[in-house]
């Protein structure tokens, strides 16, 4: 009488987050948000001055290390 009330006494399958979804989760978090953005005004500032590349080189800088230390987390 229990069974057919209530059904089998059972666990249901939880429900998984995709992989791509928790590396983006990872990539933007607070401080990866920053540095994310840090990159960014660090690239509008070599187009607008190109005569200085450390601004390019220190955004493809921050871009890396973002995206690395995202990755570790990841894993």
Request: aromatic share 12%.
């Amino acid at each position: 009488m229990v069974l057919e009330k209530v059904g089998p006494n059972s666990l249901k399958e939880k429900k998984r987050t995709p992989w791509y979804v928790k590396l983006i989760k990872e990539m933007t978090g607070a401080f990866a948000l920053m540095l994310w953005v840090s990159s960014a005004l660090c690239m509008i500032a070599y187009v607008i001055d190109t005569s200085d590349p450390s601004n390019l080189y220190l955004s493809i800088a921050l871009a890396i290390v973002v995206s690395v230390s995202s990755l570790f987390s990841f894993f």
